[in-house]
C-alpha cells in the first residue's frame, strides 16, 4: 500500500506508485494507496483557504488512471491528528492487513509528526507488514514537491510544471454560453473554475481547451480579481450550444507576454485600478 498525500500526483509521487505497484504485482496482492482530505494544514494550521493541484476528485480519477485497485481516502480531522504513531499503524495499517507499506523518504504521520521512515522500518520488524522508503526524486538539484509545483503555478510559470508533474497544469470548470442568434458566435466566454484549484497569477496564457472528445487551443484570460470573472477564448467555445453550461478541461502551456497581445492590456489596467 502507498501512503501519502499525493497533491498533483507529480513525478515524485509517480515512482512510489510505480515501485507499489510492482512489488504487489510480484507478490500477487491488491495495489492500493491510502491518501487524505483535506490537507492536514487546513487542519492544523487553519489554512482554510488552501489550493490544490489535484482537488480530491481529480486525485481520485489520477490514481484510477495509475491502475491502483483500491483507494482508501482517510478524512484528516483534530482526532487523526492527534493519533500516536502507534495507534496509526495499529489502525491504518495492521487493521487494513496492508502487508507492504511504501512511502516517500520525508513521509510524516502521528501526533506532531512524530512518526517517521525510521519509526515505520523499525516497527515493521515486529510485526507482519515491510516497508520499503523512495528516495528524494529531483529535477536541477530541485526536490519534486507538491509544495514547489504550487508555487510554479501561482508565479504563472506553467511552462515549467511538466518537468516536475510528468504532464501540463490542469483545471476543470464550466462555462455558460447564453442564448444567441443562430448564426452568432461568440468569440470569448467567463469561465468558473471550480472550487479548490490553485490557479496560476494574473496574466494570459496559452492554453489547450477539451469538452469531450474535442480539443483545442485557445486563450485563458486570468485577471485573478473579485471585479471580474476569468475569460477564456478557443474554437470550441465558439461552437458551444446556447443555454446551457459546460464542462472544460484547460491545460495551461504557457504566459503570453503582454507585448505579443496588446488587446488584453486595457481590460487588465480598468480591472487592476
Known amino acids: 500500500m502507498a501512503l501519502g498525500f499525493f497533491d498533483g500526483v507529480h513525478l515524485g509521487h509517480q515512482s512510489l506508485l510505480k515501485q507499489t505497484k510492482r512489488i504487489a504485482e510480484k507478490n500477487n496482492l491488491k495495489f492500493t494507496a491510502m491518501t487524505f ?6 487542519v492544523i494550521k487553519w489554512e482554510k483557504d488552501l489550493r490544490y493541484l489535484t482537488p480530491l476528485a481529480l486525485k481520485i480519477e489520477r490514481m484510477a488512471a495509475f491502475g491502483v485497485d483500491k ?35 520525508d513521509f510524516t504521520f502521528g501526533n506532531k509528526a512524530q512518526g517517521n521512515v525510521d519509526y515505520l522500518q523499525k516497527v515493521s520488524k515486529n510485526n507482519a507488514f515491510d516497508v520499503t522508503v523512495i528516495s528524494k526524486q529531483a529535477h536541477n ?29 490542469e483545471v476543470k470548470g464550466f462555462v455558460y454560453i447564453s442564448n444567441r442568434h443562430k448564426h452568432e458566435k461568440k468569440k470569448k466566454s467567463e469561465i468558473h473554475i471550480e472550487n479548490k484549484y490553485i490557479l496560476p497569477a494574473p496574466g494570459v496564457y496559452s492554453v489547450e481547451i477539451k469538452n469531450g472528445n474535442k480539443a483545442c487551443q485557445g486563450v485563458f484570460i486570468r485577471y485573478g480579481s473579485s471585479k471580474r470573472n476569468d475569460e477564456i477564448s478557443g474554437q470550441i467555445i465558439e461552437m458551444l450550444k446556447g443555454g446551457v453550461a459546460e464542462e472544460l478541461t484547460v491545460k495551461f502551456l504557457n504566459k503570453i507576454p503582454f507585448g505579443s497581445m496588446p488587446e488584453y492590456s486595457s481590460n487588465f489596467k480598468e480591472v487592476i485600478k
Open 37 to 42: 482530505d483535506p490537507h492536514p494544514n487546513e
Open 71 to 105: 483507494l482508501f481516502v482517510i478524512k484528516f480531522n483534530l482526532s487523526l491528528a492527534s493519533l500516536q504513531p502507534s495507534d496509526f499503524i495499529k489502525q491504518y495499517v495492521l487493521g487494513l492487513q496492508a502487508k507492504h507499506i511504501v512511502v516517500g523518504f
Open 141 to 169: 538539484g530541485e526536490k519534486i514537491s507538491s509544495t514547489l509545483i504550487r508555487k510554479i503555478v501561482r508565479d504563472g510559470d506553467v511552462h515549467l510544471v511538466p518537468y516536475y508533474m510528468g504532464h501540463q497544469f
